[in-house]
Structure formats: C-alpha cells, structure tokens
C-alpha cells in the first residue's frame, strides 16, 4: 500500500499530504467508526493536550535501544507474534483477521486502514493492434456498476469495512459534509451487472471491437485480453478481490490474464512502466492516507490528473475531462471564495470523478495492527502505525526504558530510497519518518508534529509561530492554542521574497523581479526556529543542521523542474508547474534565530496547517530528511548521467534510480562523494555560498564520508533513530536509538487514548407519514455521557425506501451526551409506505473520527 502523498512538500504545500497500502449500522446497535477523517470544516479545539508534567525519563531519543524491521507475510504475522519470533506487527491486517487476533490474545490497534481499489490503464497503447478498453471513459464508468461493493464486503472483508464508491473517506467528516452528493451517486452507481454489460457493449462496438460466438471481444479477430496484475501479498485480501472482479469482467465478455504478484514485483510495472507499453490494464491499488487527514478536497487532483503529483503514469496519461482537470487543480490550489463555493465545486468533482473513474473504489478498510501485551503503541487513529507521526517516538516496551524489539512488516525497500522520487510505501515511509523530525499532517510542516487524533499539528522543532490570513477565507484560528493568529485586508509580498529559480544562474527570482508591480498574498506564516538549533540539532553524522539545508531542499525543488537544469526531470515539472500559480514567495529574514516567513495563495481550513517550518524535508512529500551535502553528491551523479532520482527518468535513459541506502548506487555515490569533498563543491553555488563557511563545507563531507565507511548507506536524518544496518536482499534492516537527539523520550507520551464516542440511536419502530416523529440519540465515552461542550456536530440523514436521501439535518441537545433528532412532518410526509432509515453522525471535537448509527423502521399511511 502507497502512502498517499497529495501533495509536494513545496507544491501544494497546504493541503492534504496520501500512504500506497460495514454496512451502515444495524439498527438501534452503538457503532464506534475507528477511523481518519478527511474533515472539511473547520473543527474547535481538542481538550486534550501534551501535559507539562515532569519528565518521565532523562533518556534522549527513542524509548528503545534499537528496532529491528524485517519483511513478513501477514500470513504469519499472527504465528510469529505467538512464538516471540517479533513483537510488533506494525502492517496493518484487514478486517477478517481479527478473530485471530483476539483468539490469539494479542492486543492490536484499530483504525482506517485506507482504501482498496481498481487502478486502471487509461493509455491508448502504442501498438494499434491492440485495443484498449480503459482509454475510453465510458468503459471505466461501467465498471462501478459491474462491481458489486457489498458483496466483497461481506464475503472477502467478513462484513468489517465500508463498501467504497468516492475517492473521499467513507462515512466520515467530508463525506457527511457532502451526504446529499455521496448518498444520491452511491444509489446512481450501485451495483447493476445488466446496466455495465449494456454500456460496455455500446462503446466496444464503437471502438471497433466485436463480440465473438463464443461471448468474448475481439478486436481485428484477436480476443481482447486484460492484464490484470493482481497483488498476492500485503494482508490477503487483493487476490480474492482481484479474482472477483476477473469473474465479473468475464461474465461480460472479456479476457481476463490473471498475474499474482507482490508489491516488489508489481510496481515496476503498474507506476513503472509507460502506460502506452500496455503491460498492463488493471491493477488491485491500495492507499493509505499519510496521517489523520481533515481536508481531501485534493484527493480529485492526486487520484485522476496528470497534475497529479504522483508524477507518472497511469496519471499522466489520463486525458482528463476538461471541468474535472480545472474543478481538481482549484482544489488542490485552494482557489475558491468560501466554504461554499469550496463544497459547491467538490460536489461537482465527486460527480465527474465517478465518469472519470481512473480508479474504481471498493472498499474503505478499517485494520488492525496485533502486538504483544508488553508492547505500548501509539497509531494514528485514521491509518494506524505506520502512518502515525509519532508512532515510532512513542514505540517502547511496557514499563521498561531499552532493549531490543523486533517488529515485521509487510515489506521494506519496495522502491529506490530517496527523498526526491524514491520510495512511498508505507513499510518504508515508517522507518524513514524514525530517522525524521516528526511531520505535520500536510506537506512542508516537518517541524511540527502531527496530532494522531485529530490530524492538527503542535510545535515540534520550531519555537514559535504566526499566521496572517485575509478576512473572509474560512479558517478556523487557533484549534490548539499554540499559535498567533491574526486576519488582515491585504498580505502584500516583500519584493525580496524568492518566488522561483533561474536555473541558469542558479539563483532564486524575487516578487520583485517576477512581479514589478507587486503581489499579494491569502496567507502569511512565520516560524521562527530556537536560538540553539544549529548547537542542539544534529544530522546523525555529527553534522550541526544549518540554514543551508532548508535552502537546498527548496532550490532542488524548483531546479529540477527547469530544463536548463543539469538534474531536469520532466516528471518533477508537473508538480512544480501545479505549484507556482498559488505560491507567493518564502524568504529568511533572520538566520539567527533561524526566522522564515512564508507567502501563499493556498490554504487549509484550521490555521495551523497553514504553518509552513520548511525543514529540510522531502522536497517532494515523501518521508525523510536531506542534507544540503546528500543533495549536493546526488546531483552530481545526475547531473553526469549515471543515476536519476526518479524512476520515470532512470527508464528513459536507461540507467539506474538513485537509492541512498543499496544497490549499484552506492559505489556512484560514493565517486561523487570524493568528487565534491576534494573540490569542496557547493551546490548551486551563487546562492548557497551565501548560508556556508569553508569549515562546515569540509566538515559536511568528512562527515558523510565517516557514515558511509561506518554503516554502508547514505540515509541520514536528524530524528530520534537512525538507520545503522541496511540489508535490501534479505529485506531487513536495524534502527538505532540517536543519544544527541534534543528531546527527552517522553515528550509525546501523553497521547495515549483517544476519546471515541459510541453512539446509540433508538425511536419508535413505526412511524405515518405526514406526522411528526422523534428518536433519541446517546454518546458516550467509556460507557460515560459525552460532553456536549467536545462535541461539535450531531448531523442526521434520512433515507427512503429506495435509499433516496428524504432530509437532512441537526439533532438538537436536550441533556450531556443526550440529543434527539426530530422529523416534522414535511418531511416524514416525503416518505413512502414501507422501509425507511434514520441515520446519525457524532463528529466530536478530541477526536476527528465522527461516529455513526443507525435505526431502520416501517412508514405506515
């Protein structure tokens, strides 16, 4: 499963950063949704906070003295856990696992384990003789009809997650934001096989394509065959997935080439390989989102466009409806009045992505993580661990300080490690975010640390900060407390601000240059950083961070999307090109303390999302930390034509994608290593010379040359482990505790259980039509009345009898944890004899994960 990066770091940089990886409830039974929330209004604050009680340790870093991840089958993640072979599970394990689980007496985490879905090809191939069916729109269309949600539900996933049709989460926030949109396209879309063999025939025939006396397409007398790479790891669930939708494909008449494969084998070619090569057709694709995310409003964007910032095919090669192209590239970049407007168009794009269909959904999962009783685990409640910011901070054995835990996963170095373009599966992001300083929920807020429950973010690294923002856009201020917040008529740009990179001269383009007669801004974020961050904060090498990392991180962004530039990448011009019309300028106004001011035109709906620290983190989104020096060494390689960061380069030049920690990389990396630390090379030389001395120049490389002779790879972070021992081939490697990290083990230790309402919805069995009718709902939290004052929403739907959405509106509190839901009579009188259903949804204000129930009853005339 791929982590679901939606945006670049530096690209979109305020919107949701995506992981690649029930049945409403029954009436009148209390339902608790586990589950990430892609919240599209503004939320109050949490009640919970860090505490400032003393501390609990006097150990830096890590609670543990070393972490050992090692690839294994979820098939025997159970067995393994049992035998003391590990002691953490940290993949997560799909819903029909879990009477195993708790018959093995384990404990596990419980939250959203992302989605699962049908990616298709949507390239008309480069060998005419072969058709396509998926390059046609239509086609795709029809396959939501073909496939039958509740049936893989209940029969692959034990009735345990959400059939899925949308690419928004479903029954969550933004989804219950949008119920009207989400309910009337899941009745439009549900399951029809007659309608999809219907639509499908009408457009094959006008593709050319015929039906043969055998039931089967052919086209210029050949049948057409599907190629269907159908994943056969991860937690057993895609292969009976992709073998039901084979069956259904074939009962309308096509052919369908069934290739199991693992996620190592598959990838090369479903992201790897150009789309128009037709070495594939469909491919069972897992995400997961990165963290608790409250905004998905980007996900139109990141799941159908070439702006997408996953860069490459089958993305880029979608031809796009032109209204879906614009509707997802404005949400992305933030570029609407008010919340209204802001639901208006998502709506629109609910609708279009559903014609669209690059991806057709199946199922929201909710998953479960097993691990030992004297294990203590902190996962975020939208993903699970291995999306948790501060899982890896928290991760220690009960009770004790040390020692050694051995954890599996479902597999480790899936692609190339780098943080440009290399890998984003969520087994490897994991262990990339331990070597990390945390990150906020979206991308570019590495310094901040992301909240596992309600998907906000707390200082981490920096050591205050402000927003600006203009009066009217809808932000929520101040959720937590921490940050300054003001509004303001007019945010006008410095003419100073870097805006872009002249990739000729190697320098940043001021607001002045690009812009003479000046620009403003939507928003302004300044951060500024301690006075001791450059004495407390090292690299694991030994190398105090500087300000020419963060310099670095934003001048690579830009360079590679120039074509003047010694390291251009077509692929890295997307996002790039998606970036720039909605960012204003960034500029450092102090470099002691380290002091950042940041100018956008787009932004998120809680103010604090609007943070933007610009840690030298990934440039593109990914997981992990750079050094100015890693850059430096890497470019050289690039620049020289013996290796590329991404993938989409490295095949079209036919040479190897930059891996940082194995492979036939190392030894070029190396080279270019002795390279620089003999020249004393500076990268972008005109304007990095201006943030380096001579002695932190040779320091730098001395350093880096140390590490590689010291652990054999080049992956080095400022965060509380890093990584000691790298084994690609046995897929394995060790993580160590960092004793110079700045903070104490136990600073995130305080979250550790999330309020989750559950919520019990009871009324008459029978109600007439045409008269008043009233249900009481009950929240609680560990069998306790839910306070009113944490919860901020209790929204209700109505349902008739053939799903129809009849009414919606808000239960109105009549005691704590108490609220009562009433139909008047205008809208009972709506319903028609028969069945009909009430549904309510608790969005609580500690947690980001409404809670739904539901009570069906009979509408008497």
């Known amino acids: 499963m791929k982590v679901k990066t939606t945006f670049n770091v530096l690209s979109l940089l305020v919107i949701l950063g995506l992981l690649l990886a029930a049945c409403a409830p029954a009436a009148e039974t209390p339902v608790e949704e586990p589950a990430a929330t892609g919240e599209a209004e503004p939320t109050e604050a949490p009640t919970a906070e860090p505490t400032e009680e003393a501390p609990m340790t006097e150990r830096r870093g890590g609670w543990l003295d070393e972490i050992v991840f090692s690839a294994i089958s979820s098939d025997t993640a159970v067995s393994q856990l049992q035998a003391g072979a590990i002691d953490f599970y940290s993949f997560n394990l799909s819903s029909n696992s879990l009477q195993q689980i708790k018959d093995a007496g384990l404990n596990y985490t419980q939250s959203y384990g992302g989605n699962y879905g049908i990616s298709l090809n949507p390239a008309v191939f480069d060998d005419t003789a072969r058709l396509n069916p998926f390059s046609n729109r239509k086609i795709r269309e029809a396959l939501n009809w073909l496939i039958d949600r509740d049936y893989v539900n209940q029969e692959i996933y034990g009735g345990g997650s959400l059939p899925k049709l949308l690419p928004i989460t479903t029954q969550l926030v933004e989804y219950t934001n949008l119920i009207e949109t989400a309910r009337a396209l899941e009745t439009k879309y549900a399951y029809d096989l007659d309608r999809a063999r219907e639509q499908v025939a009408a457009e094959m025939?006008?593709?050319?394509?015929?039906?043969?006396?055998?039931?089967?397409?052919?086209?210029?007398?050949?049948?057409?065959?599907?190629?269907?790479?159908?994943?056969?790891?991860?937690?057993?669930?895609?292969?009976?997935?992709?073998?039901?939708?084979?069956?259904?494909?074939?009962?309308?008449?096509?052919?369908?080439?069934?290739?199991?494969?693992?996620?190592?084998?598959?990838?090369?070619?479903?992201?790897?390989?150009?789309?128009?090569?037709?070495?594939?057709?469909?491919y069972t694709a897992g995400y997961l989102p990165a963290g608790l995310t409250r905004d998905e409003r980007a996900n139109i964007q990141q799941y159908y466009l070439p702006s997408s910032v996953q860069a490459s095919d089958p993305f880029i090669s979608n031809v796009a409806d032109p209204e879906l192209q614009q509707l997802g590239d404005d949400l992305a970049q933030g570029n609407f009045a008010d919340k209204q407007e802001r639901d208006e168009m998502l709506a629109r794009a609910?609708?279009?992505?559903?014609?669209?269909?690059?991806?057709?959904?199946?199922?929201?999962?909710?998953?479960?993580?097993?691990?030992?009783?004297?294990?203590?685990?902190?996962?975020?409640?939208?993903?699970?661990?291995?999306?948790?910011?501060?899982?890896?901070?928290?991760?220690?054995?009960?009770?004790?300080e040390g020692g050694t835990m051995n954890v599996g996963t479902n597999?480790?170095?899936?692609?190339?490690?780098?943080?440009?373009?290399?890998?984003?599966?969520?087994?490897?992001?994991n262990i990339m975010r331990a070597t990390s300083q945390g990150a906020g929920p979206v991308g570019g807020t590495q310094g901040l640390m992301g909240d596992p429950y309600t998907g906000l973010a707390w200082p981490h690294r920096i050591e205050s900060a402000s927003l600006e923002y203009l009066n009217g856009l809808p932000i929520t201020d101040n959720n937590l407390g921490w940050l300054d917040v003001q509004t303001v008529d007019e945010i006008p740009v410095p003419a100073d601000a870097w805006v872009d990179w002249d990739a000729t001269s190697q320098t940043f383009i001021t607001a002045g240059e690009k812009f003479p007669d000046g620009t403003t801004a939507k928003t302004k974020s300044v951060v500024v950083y301690p006075a001791d961050l450059y004495d407390t904060v090292k690299w694991h090498d030994g190398s105090p961070i500087s300000a020419a990392d963060f310099v670095m991180a934003f001048a690579i962004f830009l360079d590679r999307a120039k074509p003047e530039s010694a390291v251009y990448d077509e692929s890295g011009a997307l996002s790039v090109d998606a970036f720039l019309p909605s960012f204003k300028g960034w500029r450092i106004t102090s470099t002691q303390p380290l002091t950042i001011e940041y100018y956008s035109d787009t932004f998120a709906a809680d103010a604090e999302l609007n943070v933007?620290?610009?840690w030298p983190g990934s440039p593109a989104g990914l997981a992990g930390e750079n050094s100015w020096q890693i850059f430096a060494v890497s470019n050289l390689a690039e620049a020289a034509g013996e290796l590329a960061y991404s993938s989409n380069k490295a095949d079209e030049l036919k040479i190897e994608q930059m891996s940082w920690v194995g492979g036939p990389s190392l030894e070029v990396l190396k080279k270019y290593l002795d390279q620089a630390q003999a020249e004393g090379h500076i990268p972008y030389e005109a304007t990095l010379s201006q943030f380096l001395t001579p002695e932190e120049i040779a320091l730098r490389y001395e350093n880096m040359a140390k590490w590689y002779e010291e652990h054999g790879h080049f992956w080095v972070g400022t965060g509380p482990y890093y990584l000691d021992q790298v084994f690609t081939t046995e897929k394995s490697l060790v993580?160590?505790?960092?004793?110079?990290?700045?903070?104490?083990?136990?600073?995130?230790?305080?979250?550790?259980?999330?309020?989750?309402?559950?919520?019990?919805?009871?009324?008459?069995?029978?109600?007439?039509?045409?008269?008043?009718?009233?249900?009481?709902?009950?929240?609680?939290?560990?069998?306790?009345?839910?306070?009113?004052?944490?919860?901020?929403?209790?929204?209700?739907?109505?349902?008739?009898?053939?799903?129809?959405?009849?009414?919606v509106g808000d239960a109105q509190a009549v005691g704590e944890g108490q609220y009562q839901v009433t139909l008047d009579a205008d809208s009972t009188s709506k319903l028609e004899t028969g069945s009909a259903k009430l549904e309510v949804a608790v969005v609580p204000i500690p947690v980001a994960i409404p809670a739904f129930s539901s009570i069906e009853f009979v509408v008497v005339k």
């Open 735 to 807: 993580l160590k505790n960092f004793t110079d990290y700045p903070d104490l083990a136990d600073r995130w230790a305080s979250f550790s259980d999330p309020k989750r309402a559950t919520v019990v919805l009871d009324g008459p069995g029978q109600i007439t039509s045409g008269q008043e009718a009233a249900f009481d709902v009950i929240v609680n939290f560990n069998d306790e009345p839910y306070a009113n004052a944490d919860i901020k929403q209790v929204k209700y739907i109505l349902y008739g009898s053939t799903g129809d959405v009849i009414a």
């Open 612 to 614: 933007l620290p610009l």
């Open 350 to 400: 609910l609708e279009l992505a559903i014609e669209d269909s690059l991806f057709v959904w199946v199922v929201d999962q909710l998953v479960y993580a097993p691990y030992n009783t004297n294990v203590s685990v902190t996962y975020d409640l939208g993903a699970g661990y291995e999306a948790a910011f501060m899982g890896n901070y928290n991760l220690r054995f009960l009770g004790e």
């Open 205 to 282: 025939e006008a593709m050319g394509a015929t039906l043969g006396a055998d039931g089967k397409w052919q086209f210029n007398g050949e049948p057409i065959t599907l190629i269907f790479l159908i994943r056969s790891d991860g937690d057993g669930t895609r292969q009976p997935m992709g073998d039901y939708v084979s069956n259904q494909l074939e009962a309308i008449g096509f052919t369908v080439d069934r290739q199991y494969k693992t996620s190592s084998e598959a990838f090369p070619i479903w992201l790897g390989s150009v789309a128009s090569e037709g070495q594939w057709h469909m």
């Open 411 to 429: 597999d480790l170095f899936t692609q190339p490690w780098n943080t440009i373009a290399g890998s984003n599966w969520v087994w490897d992001s």
